[in-house]
C-alpha cells in the first residue's frame, strides 16, 4: 500500500466510511480530501443549501453549486451521544455531536476533532478541520483556543 497510513479514527470503524464515487455528497468528500470545506449553494441565487436539500426554499430552483467556504462557524447546539454500537463505534463512552452554525450560512452536524466527552460550549468558535476515516476525509469541530479569538476589551 503507497497510501500515507493514517492513525484510525477515534470514533467509527473504517467500514462506516462512506463510499466517494457513489455518494451524493461526493463533492464534499473530494473538497475535504484537499483540506477545503466545500458546501451546497443554489446555483441560481446563492442561497445556503442542506447537504441533502434537493430544491431550493428561495427561488425553486433544481441546480446546486458546490464551493468552499469558510471552515469556521459557532456552535449552534450540542449534545452528548450515550449509545454504544460495539464494532462501529470505538469510542468507550459518551462522545460529542456539535451542530455548527457556519459563517458562510450552513448549518453542518459533525463530531470533534478530538476525543473528548465535554461538547464545546453553545456559541464558541468552532474551525472545522478533519478527521480521517478509512482515508475519507470528514468535516470535524475544532473549537478555537480563547488566545485566538479576538480579546473585547
Ligand atoms: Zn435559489
Given at each position: 500500500?503507497?497510501?500515507?497510513?493514517?492513525?484510525?479514527?477515534?470514533?467509527?470503524?473504517?467500514?462506516?466510511?462512506?463510499?466517494?464515487?457513489?455518494?451524493?455528497?461526493?463533492?464534499?468528500?473530494?473538497?475535504?480530501?484537499?483540506?477545503?470545506?466545500?458546501l451546497p449553494f443554489c446555483g441560481s441565487c446563492r442561497r445556503p443549501l442542506d447537504l441533502e436539500q434537493p430544491v431550493c426554499d428561495g427561488?425553486?430552483?433544481?441546480?446546486?453549486?458546490?464551493?468552499?467556504?469558510?471552515?469556521?462557524?459557532?456552535?449552534?447546539?450540542?449534545?452528548?451521544?450515550?449509545?454504544?454500537?460495539?464494532?462501529?463505534?470505538?469510542?468507550?463512552?459518551?462522545?460529542?455531536?456539535?451542530?455548527?452554525?457556519?459563517?458562510?450560512?450552513?448549518?453542518?452536524?459533525?463530531?470533534?476533532?478530538?476525543?473528548?466527552?465535554?461538547?464545546?460550549?453553545?456559541?464558541?468558535?468552532?474551525?472545522?478541520?478533519?478527521?480521517?476515516?478509512?482515508?475519507?476525509?470528514?468535516?470535524?469541530?475544532?473549537?478555537?483556543?480563547?488566545?485566538?479569538?479576538?480579546?473585547?476589551?
Open positions: 500500500m503507497t497510501a500515507v497510513q493514517k492513525a484510525p479514527d477515534w470514533l467509527l470503524d473504517d467500514g462506516l466510511a462512506p463510499d466517494v464515487d457513489n455518494d451524493l455528497l461526493a463533492p464534499l468528500y473530494e473538497g475535504s480530501a484537499r483540506g477545503e470545506l466545500v427561488c425553486g430552483s433544481l441546480e446546486r453549486d458546490w464551493l468552499a467556504v469558510e471552515p469556521v462557524g459557532t456552535v449552534h447546539s450540542a449534545t452528548v451521544m450515550h449509545r454504544a454500537e460495539p464494532g462501529l463505534v470505538h469510542a468507550d463512552g459518551p462522545y460529542p455531536i456539535v451542530d455548527v452554525d457556519l459563517t458562510s450560512g450552513h448549518r453542518l452536524i459533525m463530531t470533534t476533532l478530538e476525543p473528548t466527552r465535554i461538547p464545546p460550549p453553545i456559541g464558541a468558535p468552532v474551525h472545522v478541520a478533519f478527521r480521517f476515516l478509512g482515508g475519507v476525509a470528514i468535516p470535524a469541530a475544532q473549537p478555537t483556543a480563547p488566545s485566538e479569538t479576538e480579546a473585547t476589551s
